[in-house]
């Protein structure tokens, strides 16, 4: 594998998406992120109550949102670091965040040992298509998480045929690249975009109701 080969071609993978993976469908937006927000908060308080002590960093963090609701949790803003992979979104993540701790470029370049009681992901994984570099970064992320701690993981299941750029992952694939995980929780979530956009205010009801829709994983790894 080469690594910078495949580093440069998720930025051209991420690239074709500038101006289509922006979901103007502010109300189907609402809810799969009151979803996802809902099971963190569950997660995050069933591994502790010092929230004000949980040290969390983010892979792929985009414009910082996931980690401005981890503050609004109660986790300080000196507790939180950052890692993009792309600079225009890294200049916007800076601007977002009033944090120090913010590292632009590949991930697998951090070094941190055992550092971070959550180290977290969402929808990173999916547009990795090299299997070699899928495993490097996940092994970079399990050398992160301390002992006592957890990888909180967000990302679709399924493959999309209308967008070859990304690829599903589902549960046999995360404990493949997790093999020393002493267990996993897993939860489906997100109710299939072309579904979810066209029902509206009845997310919820279906949601409910026909949970095999789903097409997103959440993971809690346990080291």
Avoid at 9 to 30: A, E, M, P, Q
Avoid at 47 to 53: A, D, E, G, M, V
Avoid at 122 to 128: L, M, P, R
Avoid at 185 to 190: A, G, M, R
Wanted: aromatic share 14%.
């Amino acid at each position: 594998m080469d690594k910078n080969s495949e580093v440069l071609k998720i930025k051209l993978r991420y690239d074709k998406r500038k101006g289509k993976n922006h979901d103007t469908n502010w109300i189907f937006s609402f809810f799969i992120q009151s979803e996802r927000e809902f099971i963190y908060t569950k997660i995050v308080r069933k591994f502790t109550s010092q929230l004000s002590k949980i040290k969390i960093i983010e892979i792929g963090a985009g414009t910082g949102s996931n980690l401005l609701f981890f503050h609004r949790m109660g986790i300080p803003f000196t507790n939180i670091y950052a890692n993009e992979l792309l600079e225009d979104r890294g200049a916007v993540l800076k601007k977002n965040l009033p944090i120090p701790n913010i590292y632009i470029g590949d991930a697998c370049e951090l070094n941190y040992n055992e550092e971070f009681d959550i180290v977290f992901q969402s929808t990173v994984f999916t547009s990795i298509l090299d299997d070699e570099f899928k495993k490097k970064l996940a092994d970079t992320m399990w050398e992160m998480v301390k002992t006592t701690g957890i990888i909180l993981w967000y990302d679709f299941k399924y493959n999309n045929p209308n967008n070859l750029d990304v690829k599903g992952i589902g549960k046999k694939e995360i404990k493949m690249l997790f093999p020393l995980a002493k267990d996993i929780e897993f939860y489906n979530v997100t109710l299939a975009p072309p579904i979810g956009r066209r029902i509206g205010k009845l997310y919820n009801i279906l949601n409910f109701f026909l949970p095999f829709l789903r097409t997103h994983l959440i993971a809690v790894i346990k080291k």
